[in-house]
């Protein structure tokens, strides 16, 4: 569901507003998995003790993370349409499944088999000013095999979280207060599941918010604009085609690119790039340009 709000922000002088409009633009998925009932397996093929790591509480900690990154995708990948997923992995003993991805694929009579086969975690300091920012960072690499093993694709994905942030007093003392992985499951997991879902967002669909700053600065204009604010396009189109085919080439120009938005907020793309267009062809128009390079990539 499309949703606007405006902001209205004091500009240098007193009586100078300007006008923002928010505009969510809804994205399909890049590939599908499939048109009919599909089936996916997921599998752990990781295995913490290969990083011979000596610690007991951060091997846990990573093994909860690889969990995470399996649950999440099955999660994700579940809520598509026609998609049913299966978790063979333990999250108890999360030992690695070796078994071949065919007889995964017949036994359970799966379309595609989802492997997590590496995982990795850290919590790197950065330095600003006089403020030492902790991250969560997490790596993942997926495969997606196809049910006869031969074809499949590698997906890696990688999430980086605020954790925390503190003064710096130096370097011993920076040392002494760094987040540490075995300390830190719930990040590390929430970062494991992050880092899983961009691994697979080529399959899920996807939402980006333009902020668009709308011309008001002439009594019609504003009145066009606050039928867009209250959804009331078709009003808002009876002020501004006339506004584009006047004489004045700068109020044209402003009409058009409030146009665009206008277009953009219905979802129509098409017509808010030749509205963005128009908007340079009355008079050159740095916004136009703008939106117009956003709209081409939509």
């Given amino acids: 569901m499309l949703t606007i709000c ?18 969510p633009v809804n994205y399909a998925p890049k590939l599908e998995l499939g048109h009919n009932e599909t089936k996916v397996i997921l599998v752990n093929r990781f295995t913490v003790d290969s990083l011979h790591i000596k610690n007991k509480r951060k091997r846990m900690v990573l093994r909860g993370g690889v969990y995470s990154a ?19 992995a333990d999250s108890v003993n999360l030992t690695a499944d070796t078994t071949q991805v ?17 995982l990795s975690a850290d919590i790197p300091m950065t330095l600003e000013d006089s403020t030492e920012i902790y991250n969560t960072v997490v790596n993942v690499k997926f495969t997606l095999y ?19 942030e503190s003064h710096y007093y130096g370097i011993f003392a920076a040392l002494l207060v760094h987040p540490t992985i075995k300390g830190n499951g719930p990040a590390i997991s929430r970062s494991a599941g992050n880092a899983a879902i961009d691994a697979i967002k080529d399959y899920l669909p996807s939402t980006l918010t333009n902020q668009r700053r709308v011309y ?35 109020l044209a120009s402003h009409a058009a690119y409030d ?20 908007s340079n062809q009355k008079r050159q128009n740095f916004r136009a340009d703008a939106i117009i390079a956003d709209l081409e990539k939509e």
């Fill in 6 to 23: 405006a902001l209205a922000a004091l500009g240098l002088s007193a009586c100078h507003v300007d006008y923002i409009i928010t505009v």
């Fill in 70 to 88: 399996i649950a999440m995708a099955a999660k994700q990948l579940d809520m598509l349409p026609r998609i049913k997923t299966t978790i063979l």
């Fill in 102 to 118: 065919k007889k995964l694929a017949k036994n359970y009579n799966a379309n595609y088999i989802l492997t997590l086969d590496s």
């Fill in 146 to 164: 196809e049910s006869n093993g031969n074809y499949f694709k590698v997906l890696r994905g990688k999430a980086s979280d605020f954790h925390s």
């Fill in 216 to 250: 008001a600065d002439n009594n019609s204009l504003k009145i066009a604009v606050n039928h867009i604010f209250a959804k009331r396009y078709d009003e808002a189109l009876k002020i501004l085609n006339p506004l584009i085919n006047g004489p004045d080439p700068k």
């Fill in 259 to 278: 146009l665009a938005v206008l277009y953009e907020a219905q979802g129509d793309i098409e017509e808010a790039l030749k509205a963005a267009k128009l």
